[in-house]
């Protein structure tokens, strides 16, 4: 769910290759147009399992602009800094005019950027806040206009048998536990949009007005909450909007680019949580919010549980979500998805030591972090680069910390030095 003046063209409503885009055709109403389907297998030597992943992303069917581009784009870069134990994987939806420009920008420079940090391994959750930070930095101070276009992001790293997951925005990532009989869906991700008291309560602060479109436009009282639960009544979601306009229109609190928005406490700093793998983890999803709009993320579970090979689970998925969304709607969003399967993970292998293959290029420390034995040391991020020197850690505009279900630890987002 995008701007409201971009991605969005409904008034009331609004995700073996290593780095591409495998579009599908948008196909006719009803039917998509699948592309090829990957399927690809990396090692992790250092726990002895293996990720099986498949991706499948699916262009919009949108009949007012049938030739609209898909704006949503991946990245998945295997053996991270020359490294066989750490994987990258990543979904962004773009929104705006210049949408597709802003994912495409982000999906390149946020990996190189994780790529070239030396304290990837020694401090995750900092060096992935610092690159979701700068990699915000250089789209502002690229040639692609942000003032009202932009990325979210949802992100997986594999280190070993640690999983980190940043998001930015209204995208998601879901893991597949084993419970028993049953296979129980875990949210890794919490979407951020004003649905959310936190963040509603911070972009207010902000100097945010959040309302409803018909709020906006003067058809229901801007001073009684409308809107209702997400997942029942969302089809006029909450925005963003400026003091004394009737833009961005954003229905997400947090992203990458939108620099308008900024000035509204949209923020590019991302929640990161963190998930030590073991053998009752069977897989985990992450995908852009076209799957996620009319699909919860139990459903999605049981889609990928119901299919053996990821590819036919990635087109179940794209076919399933687009159908629903010309159930509810005359058109449907772009969709992405990427599976990733944990394979021969045992629990004599779990807790073994991450250690640096001797083929690697990059030899960082041969011990990882337990990364959730130092959530407590994580501070909140800057709203914006120029306010890195703040003398107040209290201001309204800085990310609130949260805390995810048991199984999961959020982190709150560490501080870019200045």
């Known amino acids: 769910m995008g701007c409201v003046y971009g991605k969005c063209c409904k008034r009331h409503h609004a995700k073996g290759k290593e780095n591409g885009c495998l579009y599908g055709q948008s196909g006719v109403q009803g039917r998509p147009v699948f592309a090829e389907r990957s399927l690809d297998s990396i090692s992790v030597p250092s726990h002895n399992f293996c990720l099986e992943y498949s991706v499948l992303t699916q262009r919009g069917y949108y009949p007012d602009s049938p030739e609209k581009e898909n704006q949503d784009c991946y990245c998945i870069r295997t053996r991270l800094c020359g490294n066989s134990n750490i994987h990258f994987f990543g979904v962004f939806d773009g929104h705006g005019q210049f949408g597709a420009q802003c994912s495409n920008f982000a999906k390149d420079?946020?990996?190189?950027?994780?790529?070239?940090?030396?304290?990837?391994?020694?401090?995750?959750?900092?060096?992935?806040?610092?690159?979701?930070?700068?990699?915000?930095?250089?789209?502002?101070?690229?040639?692609?206009?942000?003032?009202?276009?932009?990325?979210?992001?949802?992100?997986a790293l594999v280190i070993g048998n640690t999983l980190?997951?940043?998001?930015?925005?209204?995208?998601?990532?879901?893991?597949?536990?084993?419970?028993?009989?049953?296979?129980?869906?875990?949210d890794l991700s919490r979407d951020q949009t004003p649905f959310?008291?936190?963040?509603?309560?911070?972009?207010?602060?902000?100097?945010?007005?959040?309302?409803?479109?018909?709020?906006?436009?003067?058809?229901?009282?801007?001073?009684?909450?409308?809107?209702g639960d997400e997942e029942t009544e969302g089809s006029d979601p909450p925005r963003l909007w400026v003091e004394n306009g009737m833009y961005p229109g954003t229905a997400f609190t947090r992203s990458v680019g939108d620099?308008?928005?900024?000035?509204?406490?949209?923020?590019?700093?991302?929640?990161?949580?963190?998930?030590q793998l073991t053998p009752d983890h069977l897989f985990f999803v992450i995908a852009s919010d076209g799957v996620f709009e009319f699909l919860p993320s139990q459903a999605?579970?049981?889609?990928?549980?119901?299919?053996?090979?990821?590819?036919?689970?990635?087109?179940?998925?794209?076919?399933?979500?687009?159908?629903?969304w010309l159930t509810h709607e005359s058109r449907t969003d772009d969709i992405t998805i990427i599976?990733?399967?944990?394979?021969?993970?045992?629990?004599?292998?779990?807790g073994l030591t991450g250690q640096v293959s001797k083929g690697d290029a990059k030899p960082p420390s041969a011990r990882m972090k337990n990364a959730a034995?130092?959530?407590?040391?994580?501070?909140?991020?800057?709203?914006?680069?120029?306010?890195?020197?703040?003398?107040s850690d209290q201001q309204p505009c800085r990310p609130i910390i949260s805390v995810d279900q048991s199984a999961v630890t959020l982190s709150p987002s560490y501080s870019q030095p200045a």
């Open 373 to 391: 034995s130092d959530l407590s040391d994580t501070t909140r991020s800057d709203l914006n680069p120029s306010e890195r020197n703040s003398p």
């Open 109 to 155: 420079r946020l990996v190189e950027i994780l790529s070239n940090d030396s304290s990837l391994l020694k401090d995750p959750i900092k060096a992935y806040n610092d690159a979701f930070l700068r990699t915000n930095e250089e789209l502002h101070n690229s040639d692609i206009d942000d003032a009202m276009s932009g990325t979210t992001a949802i992100t």
């Open 259 to 275: 620099s308008t928005a900024e000035n509204i406490g949209v923020i590019a700093a991302p929640e990161v949580s963190v998930v």
């Open 339 to 350: 599976i990733v399967h944990i394979k021969g993970l045992s629990n004599s292998n779990a």
């Open 196 to 227: 959310r008291q936190d963040e509603y309560e911070r972009v207010k602060l902000c100097g945010a007005r959040v309302l409803s479109v018909d709020q906006v436009e003067g058809l229901k009282d801007p001073t009684v909450q409308t809107w």
């Open 164 to 186: 980190y997951v940043a998001n930015v925005g209204d995208s998601r990532a879901v893991i597949a536990l084993k419970k028993g009989n049953q296979i129980i869906a875990q």
């Open 300 to 324: 999605v579970v049981d889609l990928v549980s119901s299919n053996q090979d990821p590819r036919d689970a990635c087109s179940e998925i794209v076919g399933e979500s687009y159908k629903l």
